[in-house]
Structure formats: C-alpha cells, structure tokens
C-alpha cells in the first residue's frame, strides 16, 4: 500500500496514512477521464430552446374569415404556419443531451482522478476538519495555512458549519464523499479530503 502524509488544519504533520495502490496509485486512463468529463458536462445541459408549433398557438378556435368572396386564400385556422403568427414548422424544440456511461468506466474514471492528484503530490489528508460555527474567515484561514489555491475540499457526511463557511470563499468547493465525481477533481489544482472521507472513498471504490 503506498503511503501519505496525515496533517493536521494547521498543516503539521502529525502522523502517516496507508492508502490503497488499486484507488490512488493506479494505472492512469486519460481517455476515460475525458469521456466522463465529457459525459458530466453534457448531462448539464438544459436544452431550452423551444418554438410552438401550430398546436401551441393560441385562437384557431373559429375560422377568419369567410370561405369566398374576399379574393384570399381560403383559410380554416389562424394558428396555420403559413399566417403571421401562426406556428412554426419543424422548429427546434427542448432536447435531452443526457447520456449515460457504463458504471466500470466511470469507477475507472475517477480512480485515474484520484491516482492524478496523489501522484502530483496535490492531495492532502486531514486527520478531522471541524468548526465551532459558521465562520467564513476562519475557513479562509485553513486554506491559506495550508497554501492551497483552487481547491477541492472532500468531507464524509453533511456538515452545514463547514460547507456555509466554504461556500463564499472563490476557487473553492466542499463535496460530500457520494458527490465526488471526475470533472470537480480535474477542475480544482488540489484534493483536500478528511480521514474520514477517504476511508469511504476506499469503501465505495474498493473491488
């Protein structure tokens, strides 16, 4: 098993932390890492754009105008495509770009994440991080104590102190450890986990 430095807030050292080779010292799959990304990334999109269609239209209830006599064209509904405003043909209408990827590369995905930071020497684990109240200068001051730039904060349960006293600070998001996923890894220079978190991670990923 291969080893890190456990720290303290303060970013003492003040133990070491045997982490499992088949999770953070694995072989590296750049193309998977992409593909996820790229699946992450698409699954965000809203697909809003939208046109009615002459069923969306409002009136069309009566006809115009009468049948003959007034040298038109003989028109049933206001709502036809071919009046002003009618509805539209063939317009775009919302799309889902929502795909999904199997569940092994995914897994596989974020172990080559993971693997990326240990490696790069930009992960970190604390023994705890705690809060008395909700405070985001104090917060603030953890990162810089710890000379992180765009960091990525990873906890293992819901802790509102922590992630409100995060949450205005920029560069900067907390994940809970079943949020964790391969774009915010990738997004942020660091990975900063607690012992606790990482213990999960090492549950869920474990083979």
């Known amino acids: 098993m291969a080893v890190t430095d456990l720290l303290d807030i303060q970013g003492a050292k003040v133990g070491e932390v045997e982490i499992k080779d088949e999770i953070f010292n694995c072989e590296v799959k750049p193309h ?10 698409a699954n965000r999109r809203s697909g809003t754009v939208q046109t009615k269609t002459r069923k ?29 405003g009618g509805g539209i043909v063939f317009g775009p209408q919302p799309r889902d770009y929502s795909y ?14 993971l693997t990326v930071r240990y490696t790069g020497s930009s992960m970190k684990v604390l023994d705890k991080l705690d809060l008395s109240d909700i405070s985001t200068k104090t917060f603030s001051g953890i990162v810089k104590t710890l000379s992180l730039t765009k960091p990525l904060f990873v906890i293992g349960l819901k802790d509102e102190t922590i992630e409100k006293s995060a949450r205005n600070i920029p560069h ?11 774009y915010d890894i990738i997004k942020h220079d660091e990975l900063v986990m607690t012992l606790e978190a990482l213990r999960k991670i090492e549950e869920v990923l474990a083979p």
């Open 56 to 84: 969306d239209v409002s009136g069309g209830g009566k006809k115009p105008y009468k049948q003959k006599g007034t040298g038109q064209a003989r028109r049933g509904t206001s709502r036809s495509p071919l009046m002003v």
């Open 172 to 182: 900067l998001k907390v994940l809970r450890v079943d949020g964790l996923n391969v």
């Open 32 to 41: 998977l890492i992409h593909d996820v990304v790229k699946m992450q990334l």
């Open 100 to 113: 999904k990827l199997p569940k092994k590369v995914r897994r596989s995905a974020l172990k080559s994440a």
